[in-house]
Each structure stands twice: as structure tokens, then as C-alpha cells.
């Protein structure tokens, strides 16, 4: 995850994460998959995408960062970055937008100016 918000140059501080609700992680270590199902369901969600993140291969997290840099081209794009980054890593009905906004960033051409 800290590659996707280094491509954004997105602040990684206490304030920021904060203010921004990347914060939710459990209060407690989780030691099996079961110890995440009793959880509050937005530390849930988050845990899961963790996982999930964790357990990409190697060469498709290169491919998803190399396509998320390339979203990150704009000032615009950067300045959606926490919808954006829930688009992308838990995609749900409420946020096909967000998708489908990302598209747009990643298919738009390169302004030179």
C-alpha cells in the first residue's frame, strides 16, 4: 500500500491517515483467518483488502502499480486518492464511479504543457 501512496505522493503522516480514515486496522493481533470475522465490518473490509494486497504475486503488483501511476499523471487524479484507492481495492456497486473514473485517468492522453 505504500507504493500506491507514494505514486500519488499522497502524506503518509499521523494527521493526514487519520483525518482520512486509513487508520482502521484491529486493536489486536489477528493470528488466524477466523479472528476476522468478529470484527467491526469497516476493520473487517480493511484487513481483508490488507490480505488480499499481501498476497498479490509479485508480478501482478507490479502491473497494478505501474497502471496506478499512470491513474496519478493529474493533479486531479492525486487529489482523489483515498476514492480512488477504495475503487480500486474493494469495488463495490457505490463506488463504480470511482472505477470508472480511474479508467478515464489511465486511458487519458499525457497533456504536455
Request: net charge positive; charged share 30%; proline share 8%.
Amino acid at each position: 500500500m505504500v507504493d500506491f501512496l507514494w505514486a500519488a505522493a499522497w502524506p503518509t503522516d499521523f494527521v493526514s491517515t487519520t483525518a482520512n480514515g486509513l487508520d482502521v486496522l484491529p486493536e489486536r493481533l489477528l493470528e488466524r483467518d477466523e479472528d476476522i470475522a468478529d470484527l467491526p465490518p469497516r476493520v473487517r473490509r480493511n484487513v481483508r483488502n490488507v490480505v488480499r494486497l499481501a498476497r498479490t504475486p509479485a508480478w501482478r503488483h507490479t502491473l497494478n502499480l505501474r497502471l496506478w501511476q499512470r491513474v496519478m499523471r493529474t493533479r486531479e487524479a492525486r487529489q482523489r486518492v483515498v476514492p480512488l484507492l477504495d475503487a480500486i481495492f474493494d469495488p463495490r456497486p457505490d463506488n463504480a464511479g470511482e472505477r470508472r473514473r480511474a479508467l478515464g485517468y489511465l486511458l487519458a492522453p499525457r497533456r504536455r504543457g
